[in-house]
């Protein structure tokens, strides 16, 4: 059971380049979150995915759009990179339940550094 | 506006010491509280959760919380620590959005070092 897999698991990019992180659950959950986590801040919500078909964004969604591909999968692509978005990148999963406190499952995380 | 504070960036223990990590919430409603460790360079893994019912609640590798609305306090604790939890602990809040799923919200996390 793979649970949240993500790729690459390593980046590297030049300032201005383009590149998409990809994410995919196995757990048939309906909600897909992307995050960013850097030193003393957290993780900061990117955009997140309610169900297949709706994407909305967080509280940190400049620079970045999100594609819900299927109900498996949830991209996330930096059109033009700045040094800025050099960070640890994390993809999360959820089963939502109004009556249930459901908790989310992490991927292993992308580390993209951009230069 | 919900929000998670841990009010100790870092804390150190001697292994077999007991152990207490803090977390203060904001929130209107019964929340749904969280409690995640992350190990280095891997993803964050569920401790405990708690919504409703015995304030007191177990998680894995022997980690408890109490949650105390009148303190809107949810400590994670371990009577006694191994080596092994040395690692980044995260309190986190889960909201219902109207766009029908959760928002968490997480603190700025704890690091905990362990001596031999």
């Not at chain 1, 297949?52 to 996330?76: A, C, H, I, M, Q």
Request: aromatic share 12%.
């Amino acid at each position: 059971n793979a649970g949240v897999t993500q790729t690459p698991k390593f980046q590297v990019l030049k300032t201005g380049q383009s590149m998409t992180l990809q994410c995919a659950q196995d757990m048939n959950h309906n909600s897909m979150y992307w995050y960013r986590q850097d030193p003393g801040m957290g993780l900061r919500l990117i955009y997140y995915s309610a169900s297949e078909g709706t994407t909305d964004k967080g509280e940190v969604p400049n620079g970045y759009n999100v594609s819900r591909l299927n109900k498996r999968e949830f991209s996330l692509r930096l059109e033009s990179a700045a040094p800025s978005q050099t960070s640890v990148y994390f993809c999360a999963s959820t089963e939502f339940r109004v009556r249930g406190n459901q908790p989310q499952h992490f991927g292993d995380g992308t580390r993209l550094s951009i230069l | 506006a919900q929000s998670v504070t841990q009010p100790d960036i870092h804390i150190t223990v001697s292994e077999g010491a007991s152990l207490e990590l803090r977390c203060n919430y904001s929130y209107g409603a019964t929340p749904y509280l969280f409690w995640y460790v992350q190990s280095p360079g891997q993803g964050l893994q569920l401790l405990l959760k708690y919504f409703s019912g015995d304030t007191l609640v177990q998680g894995i590798k022997g980690f408890e919380a109490e949650f105390k609305r009148s303190q809107s306090s949810f400590n994670l604790r371990k009577p006694s620590v191994h080596w092994s939890d040395a690692a980044e602990y995260f309190c986190a809040v889960a909201n219902i959005l109207t766009s029908g799923t959760y928002k968490y919200i997480f603190g700025t996390g704890t690091r905990l070092k362990v001596l031999a």
